[in-house]
């Protein structure tokens, strides 16, 4: 069969999500003498979110679990932008309840979920350090940073273990539909889209003088 010359890889779809919406948080031209106090709705964040979740297909079985965590955690903030308009307005009312670390608490799903694009953030930040730089140790130097510090002793334990199962480099280019070259122009338009993504979501909470240390 043809490859048609342009076509959208999983990884340039994500991507874009994440410029989309990175673009939502810049400052507006036209009104800008009133900041914007509303902030970033949680139904845009989400549904970018939620186009993560094609990357896993590229993965393999030993990350089933992550795959189920992650979405369980994206489901949970879509249901709650049924009720929620914005980010502030899920952490504003679990502050009022105490309820911003408590499990399955939408503040800490969506703590959970920053962390899950960070980590993606961080292992692109591996990837693309060397040409011979297997995804195992991309994976596990970028996961040991990000997320590790947060998790169990069992779930650090799992995550170690599956690492040895990720495909190899060459094998998730092909999964991924990409080139050495193309991989590389997204994988970095996904690190500069979504660094600012999580410096907002990191300021909803120090700004409510929530430590980040969980
Ligand atoms: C293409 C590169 C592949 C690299 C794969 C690296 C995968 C690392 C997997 C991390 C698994 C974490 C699993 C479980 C975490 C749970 O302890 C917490 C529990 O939260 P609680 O319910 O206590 O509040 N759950 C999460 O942190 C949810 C999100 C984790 C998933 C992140 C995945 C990121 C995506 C990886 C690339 C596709």
Same mark, same amino acid.
């Given at each position: 069969?043809?490859?048609?010359?342009? !076509?959208?890889?999983?990884?340039? !779809? =994500?991507?874009?999500? $994440?410029?989309?919406?990175?673009?939502?948080?810049?400052?507006?031209?036209? +009104?800008?003498?009133?900041? +914007?106090?509303?902030?970033?709705?949680?139904?845009? $964040?989400?549904?970018?979110?939620?186009?993560?979740? !094609?990357?896993? *297909?590229?993965?393999? $079985?030993? &990350?089933?679990?992550?795959? #189920?965590?992650?979405?369980?955690?994206?489901? +949970?903030?879509?249901?709650?932008?049924? %009720?929620?308009?914005?980010?502030?307005? =899920?952490?504003?009312?679990?502050?009022?309840?105490?309820?911003?670390?408590?499990?399955?608490?939408?503040?800490? *799903?969506?703590?959970?979920?920053?962390?899950?694009?960070?980590? =993606?953030?961080?292992?692109?930040?591996?990837?693309?350090?060397?040409?011979?730089?297997?995804?195992?140790?991309?994976?596990?130097?970028?996961?040991?940073?990000?997320?590790?510090? &947060?998790? %169990?002793?069992?779930?650090?334990?799992?995550?170690?273990?599956? #690492?040895? %199962?990720?495909?190899?480099?060459?094998?998730?280019?092909?999964?991924? *539909?990409?080139?050495?070259?193309?991989?590389?122009? *997204?994988?970095?338009? @996904? #690190?500069?889209?979504?660094?600012?993504?999580?410096?907002? =979501?990191?300021?909803? @909470?120090?700004?409510?003088?929530?430590?980040?240390?969980?």
């Amino acid at each position: 069969c043809t490859t048609p010359a342009r !076509v959208n890889t999983p990884l340039s !779809v =994500i991507t874009e999500a $994440f410029e989309d919406l990175a673009d939502l948080l810049k400052p507006q031209r036209s +009104d800008e003498i009133e900041e +914007d106090e509303d902030g970033l709705r949680l139904c845009d $964040f989400c549904s970018a979110c939620t186009h993560v979740s !094609v990357l896993f *297909n590229c993965l393999g $079985f030993a &990350f089933k679990f992550a795959e #189920m965590e992650y979405i369980a955690k994206v489901k +949970d903030l879509v249901e709650a932008s049924k %009720t929620f308009d914005t980010l502030q307005n =899920i952490l504003d009312l679990d502050v009022e309840k105490e309820t911003v670390k408590t499990p399955g608490s939408h503040s800490r *799903n969506l703590r959970r979920v920053r962390q899950g694009l960070d980590l =993606i953030r961080a292992i692109f930040e591996q990837f693309l350090i060397a040409d011979d730089y297997s995804l195992k140790d991309a994976a596990t130097t970028a996961y040991t940073e990000v997320c590790a510090p &947060f998790h %169990t002793w069992a779930v650090r334990t799992a995550v170690y273990a599956g #690492m040895y %199962t990720l495909p190899t480099r060459d094998q998730l280019l092909l999964r991924l *539909n990409e080139t050495d070259q193309s991989v590389e122009k *997204n994988m970095r338009r @996904y #690190m500069e889209a979504s660094r600012p993504i999580i410096e907002y =979501i990191d300021k909803l @909470y120090i700004e409510r003088n929530i430590k980040l240390d969980w």
